[in-house]
């Protein structure tokens, strides 16, 4: 399965078998951890949402 109409190009998920074809929205979180004492925080640095298109191959 791949997805179509992405602008950065097509890409081709790994697992088989672990999607259908056809409309799905995503998102893509970028985090950064961040000591703080003794733990790790995680700080958001961009989300983004988009619909695409999965089609078989």
């Known amino acids: 399965m791949r ?3 992405a602008p950065l190009g097509e890409h081709r998920v790994r ?9 799905a ?3 893509a979180t970028l985090m950064e951890m961040r000591p703080s ?14 619909n695409i ?3 078989e191959d």
């Open 37 to 50: 004492g003794i733990v790790l925080l995680p700080i958001v640095h961009a989300v983004e949402h988009r």
């Open 15 to 23: 697992a088989p078998g672990t999607l259908k074809a056809g409309k």
């Open 25 to 27: 929205h995503v998102e």
């Open 53 to 55: 298109t999965l089609v």
């Open 3 to 5: 997805r179509r109409g």
